[in-house]
């Protein structure tokens, strides 16, 4: 019932436990983003899709929300999948995909009119146990985008490497990275177990 009782109207010791309550939650949610210098506070969206002479790929990349001095933004996770197969994995930036060896990729996209990809491209692997690498180059005439597939055993040098059209774009809407959310259920936790705790 008192919870129809105005804030003013309720007893200094209950209102001094409201106090601490949601000091302690603000204590929490600050310690945690001291804990976590310099990370992104949110995450955008993409559509990507490329194809070529019997390839499909499509689906959704996660970004950082802004790009680097050169215009380029990191790619955090990708979904979707290339004919027809699931895309079960995003190649580490500074690693090259199986078989690809020597060429690391570094997961940069950028949503200029022109090239969108670096010459390293990004990588990914599918349900079926294979891997592709779609990438720029200006080493063929005319330049353009190209895909580097790679297949078991992955012998070096041994994939596929055909041209492809290349397109990307982000959402309008910035979405919050899984570690926000956490840090928000974190002070929400904090809250419901200080009040507990006076309530007890």
């Known amino acids: 019932m008192d919870r129809m009782v105005p804030f003013c109207l309720w007893p200094a010791a209950r209102r001094m436990s409201l106090r ?33 002479a019997g390839i499909n790929a499509n689906g959704t990349f996660t970004t950082s929300d802004t790009p680097d001095r050169s215009g380029y933004y990191q790619i955090t996770h990708i979904s979707g999948s290339r004919n027809g197969v699931a895309i079960t994995g995003l190649q580490p930036a500074g690693t090259p995909i199986p078989g690809n060896e020597g060429f690391p ?64 774009a982000p959402v309008a809407a910035a979405v919050p990275e899984p570690a926000s959310l956490t840090l928000l259920g974190t002070g929400l936790l904090g809250l419901c177990m200080v009040r507990h705790r006076k309530a007890a």
């Open 105 to 168: 990729v570094d997961d940069l996209v950028s949503d200029s009119g022109g090239q969108q990809l670096t010459h390293s491209g990004f990588g990914f692997s599918t349900a079926d146990g294979n891997y592709a690498n779609p990438f720029y180059t200006d080493q063929t005439s005319p330049a353009g985008y190209r895909e580097y597939f790679s297949t078991p055993p992955f012998t070096p040098g041994a994939g596929s490497e055909l041209p492809v059209t290349f397109t990307a």
């Open 20 to 52: 601490a309550a949601l000091g302690a939650a603000a204590l929490v949610i600050g310690l945690g983003a001291a804990a976590a210098p310099g990370r992104a506070e949110a995450a955008l969206l993409w559509d990507w899709s490329y194809s070529g």
